[in-house]
């Protein structure tokens, strides 16, 4: 009876799975990867106003969550998130591979905005409205390998990037951290279509995690465009030495 509503669902569209199936949900699977290990220290880059963090704080109880969000509206939200979580501590600062004052390009939509100009053909390959442009702002940037240093922070078990296009730039600012195998699992939105001027492409992204010991876990919420092939997902990576010298 079973396989039978399975296959009449299937011909209507449906499909019956676990919710906490591996290979569904990038932070179901990462406290899988973790099992029964608790990972100690989060970067949270590109928090906007807390999605993911608080997520974190509520599958990963005893971690700390650094949530970096340069934009001053998001990071209003992002504080207020954290209220309920003293695990997740909110930095109003935007990581990349340099220290210093950079140009945020702020659109519509917040989770949109990024350190990098939008493309023309932006609008073409996410929903309507959500890239307008809206002006930019100042923001403070650091780099991952200069924050840990500064406040002490010797390794980083999840290292969570989603700064639209700037996420091998991001990536630059922790090769200490990666090259001394002081990280453990990447999780970062990679992108397939023209976004961003300037944007890493996911093959950029891979060859360069490919390199330095990181393996692919998976893709997740593969968002597809109006030209029915894909714009942008998550990608899921871990360090197999790493990993196994941080637990």
């Known amino acids: 009876m079973k396989t039978l509503i399975r296959k009449l669902l299937r011909l209507k569209g449906y499909e019956i799975a676990r ?15 973790f ?7 989060i970067f949270d880059v590109g928090a906007n106003e807390g999605q993911t963090a608080t997520q974190f704080a509520t599958l990963f109880p005893e971690a700390l969550i650094y949530s970096f969000e340069p934009f001053h509206d998001a990071f209003t939200q992002l504080q207020k998130a954290a209220l309920k979580y003293p695990r997740i501590n909110p930095v109003e600062t935007a990581l990349g591979d ?7 390009c702020v659109n519509a939509a917040s989770v949109t905005n990024s350190l990098l100009a939008n493309t023309p053909e932006a609008s073409d390959f996410q929903p309507k409205g959500m890239a307008d442009s809206k002006g930019t702002a100042t923001v403070c940037v650091s780099t991952a390998d200069d924050y840990c240093r500064t406040h002490q922070i010797s390794s980083i078990d999840i290292l969570k990037i989603d700064t639209q296009g700037y996420d091998l730039t991001v990536l630059r600012g922790a090769e200490q951290l990666i090259t001394e195998n002081r990280v453990a699992v990447i999780l970062v ?29 998976n893709l997740y919420d593969v968002a597809i465009n109006e030209r029915t092939y894909a714009s942008w997902c998550d990608a899921l990576f871990v360090h197999p030495d790493t990993f196994s010298t941080l637990k």
């Open 98 to 104: 340099k220290i210093g004052d950079q140009t945020l």
């Open 35 to 41: 099992s029964e290990q608790t990972p100690r220290i």
């Open 19 to 33: 919710l906490n199936r591996f290979g569904r949900h990038p932070l179901v699977d990462i406290r899988g990867i």
């Open 189 to 217: 939105e990679v992108l397939f279509a023209s976004l961003y001027l300037g944007q890493a492409y996911f093959h950029e992204i891979y060859d360069y995690l490919w390199r330095r010991g990181f393996r692919l876990v």
